[in-house]
């Protein structure tokens, strides 16, 4: 079965401070999608990144980088120099493109990220 | 380019009650999802449509949840009665998938937040 845990429930950081998320998955597909969502206060899943599981590239947007390690199942998420602007629900998620559950996103329970001025 | 539309945005209705929600997706995007999201959780797939078929309802409770989505295009999701159980929030979700394949990203609405007293 697969499954996305996300350990940290919430997290409160002062701004420009280095934060990163974690995220841990477990799938028995060779062929998978793993992915980042931010939901700010007013509810909206914004898409952050993709990944897909035949590239372990780590990949750096901004102040935003991901840390992908299929040997460890692992998706981490860092944001640095944290703004007040970042404060949100960041949520994991994982997909099987082939599956019979194809497109079907499994979400961690989220990390909630709050930052203070 | 408009986003996904999903209305109400807030309902408030006692047990036993009939409710609908109703969402428009990204036009020229022929996959469309509803996910219901706990308090304090990830959200969870409550039934996928390629097009005008429903592919995935394996989660949807059918005893009082129904789902339609004619044409291809708007969809509606029913709970007729509501329980205090379905408190939460029912997002919409759609995408462009090709080849029968998926893993591309999702694009939500903002949801519609569901009270039951």
């Known amino acids: 079965a697969q499954k996305v845990t996300q350990a940290q429930t919430e997290i409160s950081v002062v701004e420009k401070e280095d934060v990163t998320l974690d995220c841990v998955y477990e799938?028995?597909?060779?062929?998978?999608?793993l992915f980042w969502y931010k939901q700010p206060p007013s509810g909206e899943l914004v898409f952050l990144i993709r990944r897909n599981s035949f590239d372990e590239q780590n990949e750096i947007s901004g102040r935003y980088s991901w840390n992908f390690q299929k040997s460890t199942s692992s998706f981490n998420f860092t944001i640095t120099a944290s703004q007040v602007v970042d404060s949100a629900v960041y949520f994991c998620a994982l997909s099987d493109p082939y599956g019979g559950s194809q497109g079907n996103l499994i979400f961690g329970k989220g990390t909630k990220l709050s930052v203070k001025p | 380019e408009a986003g996904v539309v999903q209305s109400p945005r807030y309902k408030i209705i006692e047990k036993k009650q009939p409710v609908a929600f109703w969402c428009n997706p990204i036009?020229?995007?022929?996959?469309l999802y509803w996910y219901r999201q706990n308090l304090g959780q990830g959200p969870e797939l409550l039934i996928r449509y390629e097009n005008e078929e429903a592919v995935d309802d394996s989660q949807l409770p059918k005893d009082r949840f129904s789902a339609e989505r004619l044409k291809g295009v708007d969809s509606t999701l029913k709970i007729q009665p509501a329980e205090l159980g379905d408190s939460a929030v029912y997002l919409c979700?759609?995408?462009?998938?090709?080849?029968?394949?998926?893993?591309?990203?999702?694009?939500f609405g903002e949801g519609s937040r569901l009270t039951v007293l």
């Open positions: 036009s020229g995007h022929n996959t």
């Open positions: 799938t028995r597909d060779t062929t998978y999608y």
């Open positions: 979700a759609s995408s462009f998938s090709r080849d029968g394949a998926d893993g591309g990203e999702l694009f």
